[in-house]
């Protein structure tokens, strides 16, 4: 059974930095094409930022943390990380871990999730 567990999350003034980290097991992390996602309160759930199979894998972004977040990968140990600065009160959500075997199911059918993990902006 995979799992994936997210951790980073918390609180943070505008302008500060929270990097989330999620861990992987069950399945051949290599394998997988890794996504963030978000759902902040009332609303839907957005794709963040996706990440390909290989290690320095292809990168996007939506275009709302472009140039503020990173997501990037180690696939030694088994995690992707999300390195999220310049916070706005707008990213505000709950941060959730996805993989799936190709971008483009990461991207519109998750196979897998974690169980989300807050962060909070406060101005």
């Known amino acids: 059974q995979v799992q994936l567990v997210e951790s980073g999350g918390g609180s943070v003034q505008a302008g500060g930095s929270l990097r989330l980290s999620c861990v992987v097991s069950g399945r051949t992390f290599r394998s997988l094409a890794m996504a963030w996602f978000r759902q902040a309160q009332g609303k839907e759930r957005e794709l963040v930022a996706t990440?390909?199979?290989?290690?320095?894998?292809?990168?996007t972004y939506v275009d709302s943390v472009k140039g503020r977040f990173i997501i990037s990968r180690d696939n030694d140990k088994n995690t992707v990380f999300l390195q999220m600065n310049s916070l706005k009160p707008e990213d505000t959500a709950v941060y959730y871990c996805?993989?799936?075997?190709?971008?483009?199911?990461?991207?519109?059918?998750?196979?897998?999730w974690g169980q989300g993990t807050q962060v909070t902006v406060s101005s």
């Open positions: 996805a993989a799936a075997p190709s971008t483009v199911a990461v991207t519109t059918t998750p196979h897998y």
């Open positions: 990440i390909s199979i290989w290690s320095g894998g292809t990168t």
